[in-house]
């Protein structure tokens, strides 16, 4: 089975400046997809960034982009010029591609809560 | 707005007793996905359906189950309800199984006194 894990419960940053959040990943499979989910206050979850495990090429979405080390499976998120909204608990996400039973499925890391001092 | 809805927002209700919570995917996506948020397990996968037919299975408990109607919702059946079944549950929604982003609902609250 698959797991994903993230060590930092808790990060902080101030306004402007730059945060990295961690994420590894176990997995025996070699066709995958990772995500990162932003769960504000309000509790919705909203995607921010995804990257599918063929890709070499690191995905990125404005300020927000990642460090994809498939090798040392390890999916870390950077975001850059931090803003207040950017408070929240961050997801990173594991999807196989492999199909059967768990096709489809989202696996999580546990979140890491990240505030962001202005 | 993610384009998914759920009903109803929160939910209380006690031991023992049986709910219903309701999902309408955005319109055109054929798979729906539940998750349950709790303190204790985090986000977790309870289960997939795609055009009707269940696709994948989580740690669904048996006292719990699921279906997708013909015009696309689905709905999550929570019986006998014990006091660690008090969680967020959330649909998701997406076009197919393949790699397409699942949309989130705004969630269900259950609280189970």
């Known amino acids: 089975a698959q797991t994903v894990t993230q060590s930092q419960p808790e990060m902080s940053v101030q306004e402007a400046e730059t945060v990295t959040l961690s994420c590894t990943y176990d997995?025996?499979?070699?066709?995958?997809?990772l995500f990162w989910y932003k769960q504000p206050p309000s509790r919705q979850m909203i995607l921010v960034i995804r990257?599918?495990?063929?890709?070499?090429q690191n995905a990125t979405e404005n300020r927000f982009s990642v460090n994809f080390q498939k090798a040392a499976k390890s999916f870390s998120l950077k975001i850059s010029d931090s803003q207040l909204g950017d408070a929240a608990m961050y997801f990173c996400?594991?999807?196989?591609?492999?199909?059967?039973?768990?096709?489809?499925?989202?696996?999580f890391g546990q979140g890491t809560i990240l505030t962001v001092h202005p | 707005d993610s384009g998914v809805t759920q009903t109803p927002k929160h939910l209380i209700t006690a031991t023992g007793q049986r709910v219903t919570l309701r999902c309408s995917p955005r319109?055109?996506?054929?798979?729906v996905y539940w998750y349950q948020q709790s303190l204790d397990q985090g986000l977790q996968f309870l289960i997939q359906?795609?055009?009707?037919?269940?696709?994948a299975k989580g740690n669904i408990l048996e006292r719990f189950s699921a279906q997708q109607f013909p015009d696309l919702h689905s709905e999550l059946n929570l019986s006998s309800l014990e006091l660690g079944d008090s969680a967020l549950y959330f649909c998701?929604?997406?076009?197919?199984?393949?790699?397409?982003?699942?949309?989130f609902g705004p969630g269900t609250r259950l609280t189970v006194l």
């Open positions: 998701a929604s997406s076009v197919a199984s393949s790699f397409n982003e699942q949309f």
């Open positions: 997995t025996s499979e070699s066709d995958y997809y």
């Open positions: 990257q599918e495990a063929y890709k070499q």
């Open positions: 996400a594991y999807r196989s591609d492999a199909g059967g039973t768990s096709y489809g499925k989202l696996t």
């Open positions: 319109s055109g996506d054929l798979s």
């Open positions: 359906y795609y055009n009707g037919e269940e696709r």
